[in-house]
């Protein structure tokens, strides 16, 4: 595969754009013209080439953009990226299974080699070229699980698994949709996940739990989540509400092509094998309301689903305010026709 | 089957006699490709083609987490048992295919503990000794009190105190040695976690002496893999397949289940994990509940039933499969 990188920012001026091939391959979450929580849980297998559900880690043209995005958040807020004592094992092992998968998946752009213990390891986007030793912390400028998700797109949750529960013990988390990891560490399942709506009485979050504890190693599984975000911002963390916050006031029925985003996550997870631990990562994919719509299957169903959803999730989503305007411009691109079933926007 | 973990095509490479009662098997990968990694107190599931009866079996593995060229497995042979042990012990030699499956792990370490407290009793050593490969690796702290029979049955006791000649207590029942309990619970630093793997006695022993000494429970760790019980025969209508199907002496419901073609979910075969567990919808009888993870309310309430170790006797049973 041959990606070309864009030179973007996610901040101050947001030159970020999709490319008609980004936006193709964009993770519509909605497979119907309404929403709901649900589990919505699948198997993290590949499908359809070139869809960001191909490989275990997507790699897109954002993704040096993303990279020196996070590389400025840390710089700021060094608690974005947190390990508790316990998880330095675990760390190695999102390290591995990382670095295993891109060299196998784009061995373009990643290699690894290993003897033994001793690791060599090339990310040529980055421009990073590291000998080290596996497991020997002291060998790698940053503690294994920083290390490697710096060079990977998307947040990480680190869980710890005991009890019959999941803790969010380490993490790296700079692109969240208003979660802090600094005030989530520690917690559990079910504490970090208190204040959403609607799902708890609906017994999603105890299956969900059910489900998560049980997997396997080498059977990672996948979901899908969303929210909205005005302007293409990576970093809309509580700790910097007070920036982004206000933005939201910015819209206006000229801008809000440009300016109003669907975020999806591509929620992903996996066993981590040598801890018995579980890695969470959270990918976020922006697209501006102007790009989706360039799909006309995408722009009808988008406008239902917003126009339908219910009141706490909206005000839960943080759009209530402005899902008005949302629905002035959607509905022009909704004539009424029936849509297909299924995410994909050509079927 | 699509149930259960990822599946390994592996070949026996080495059978050893340990004592009269254990056999170990190393199994290396048929494919000459390394094994995944794992983490101490992790178990495989072996599948056995047992002359026209499959059997599917949990094993501790035994070897180093951080060895990928084989795993180790320790099986104690069950003279009264349904036949698992017995056909690992007469017909696995080396040079065989089997296949098991990817590690998965219930009685892991909780790495966050300061001292690793370990009680293992007779074949209960097997997790254990990953455990302590894994602990050896990263400097950590843990003491070790394991009891056997006799001498000549006490598995791999040389290895351990030659290797943990500070670390290692072994107690002879022959000898009339007993670990003591009370006193051990009694003296250890805050931060101790307690594991404990052995026969049902044992475990029973083990928590509830914690209990009563205050202990935490979420520091007190177990593991107990339950063999089905042979029972009466009884008949199962499986409501969504449109089948009924019988249960044999020796079967169990999930094998039942999946020997009339119905792929049902499962992981540990041993009534700990919960993957099984299955809705009743109708029932005139009683249920004979042999697991651990239903509680005593579900076990009362007639609406669920853990098919891998539990079954029935009556009328009629309709589960939801």
Known sequence: ?347 | MSSGAAKIAVKVTDVVEVNELVKRFRFERTDGGLMPTFSGGAHTVVEMDDHGTRRLNPYSLMSSPQDRSAFTISVRRDDEGRGGSLFMHNHVKTGMEMTISNPVNLFSLDLRARKHLMIAGGIGITPFLSQIAQLDNSNGNFELHYAVRTKSLGSYVDELTAKHPNDVKIYYDDQKEMIDLENLLDGQPLGTHLYVCGPKGMIEWVRKSAADAGWPRETVHYEEFLAPEPGKPFEVKLAISNKVIQVGETQSLLEAIEAAGVDAPYLCRGGACGMCETEVIGYDGKFIHNDHWLDDSEHLSGKKIMPCVSRFEGKTLVLDR
């Open chain 1, 1 to 347: 595969m041959n990606i070309r990188f864009n030179d973007e920012t996610f901040r101050n001026d947001y030159t970020f754009k999709n490319s008609d091939a980004a936006i193709k391959r964009f993770p519509f979450p909605f497979d119907k013209d309404s929403y709901m929580y649900a589990v919505n849980m699948e198997p993290h297998t590949p499908v359809r080439e070139g869809s960001v559900y191909y490989n275990s880690f997507d790699v897109d043209e954002h993704y040096v953009s993303e990279m020196r995005d996070r590389a400025m958040v840390l710089d700021e807020d060094p608690l974005r990226c947190q390990s508790l004592p316990h998880m330095e094992l675990a760390g190695w092992d999102l390290l591995e299974l990382i670095m295993v998968e891109k060299a196998k998946d784009y061995p373009d752009l990643f290699e690894l080699h290993r003897d033994g213990d001793n690791w060599h390891w090339i990310n040529k986007p980055l421009g990073i070229d590291d000998k080290f030793t596996f497991m020997d912390a002291t060998t790698l400028p940053y503690g294994p699980m920083e290390y490697i998700t710096r060079q990977t797109q998307g947040d990480f949750c680190v869980l710890d698994q005991r009890d019959d529960n999941l803790w969010m013990d380490a993490g790296m988390v700079t692109t969240q949709a208003d979660w802090s990891l600094d005030f989530d560490i520690g917690m559990n399942f079910f504490e970090w996940h208190a204040p959403v709506p609607l799902a708890h009485e609906k017994g999603i979050f105890v299956r969900a739990l059910k489900f998560l504890l049980n997997i396997q190693q080498g059977a990672p599984a996948r979901r899908l989540n969303w929210t909205m975000t005005v302007n293409p911002l990576l970093d809309t963390s509580p700790e910097n509400y007070h920036k982004w916050g206000i933005q939201k006031t910015t819209l206006t029925p000229e801008n809000i092509g440009n300016k109003q985003h669907l975020r999806v996550e591509l929620q992903t997870f996996f066993r981590l094998p040598r801890s018995n631990g579980l890695v969470f990562p959270i990918r976020c994919y922006l697209i501006k309301l102007e790009e989706l719509v360039t799909y006309p299957k995408w722009a009808r169903r988008f406008h239902r689903v917003i126009r339908d959803l219910p009141v706490e999730l909206a005000t839960y989503k943080g759009f209530i305010d402005n899902r008005p305007m949302i629905l002035e411009y959607l509905s022009q691109f909704d004539d009424g026709a029936e849509t297909s079933p299924g995410v994909w926007p050509e079927d």
